[in-house]
């Protein structure tokens, strides 16, 4: 029985310091971020080329509904 006793005596020494929670809430926070911004361009080349795409897509859609007449978009129904 006390064959694991000397096992145990260097154990202190491989003991990890884990930082205080707040810290380790901001790596996990970090590392989640991160996870998010490389699965969302997974498979892009270019994402800035992509996302200035999607802003000028946005505004001309933006521009496009506020140039359209406010009585319906310009469809005319034909009753007869």
């Known amino acids: ?20 929670p707040e810290t380790r809430r901001h790596q996990l926070a970090e590392a989640a971020e991160k996870r998010q911004k490389e699965s969302t361009y997974r498979g892009i080349k270019n994402p800035e080329a992509v996302e200035r795409k999607k802003k000028k897509q946005e505004e001309m859609e933006k521009q496009a509904m506020s140039t359209s007449p406010s009585g319906g978009g310009g469809l005319k129904w034909q009753v007869g």
């Open 1 to 20: 029985m006390g064959m694991c006793l000397p096992c145990l005596g260097g154990a202190a020494d491989d003991v990890v310091v884990t930082p205080d």
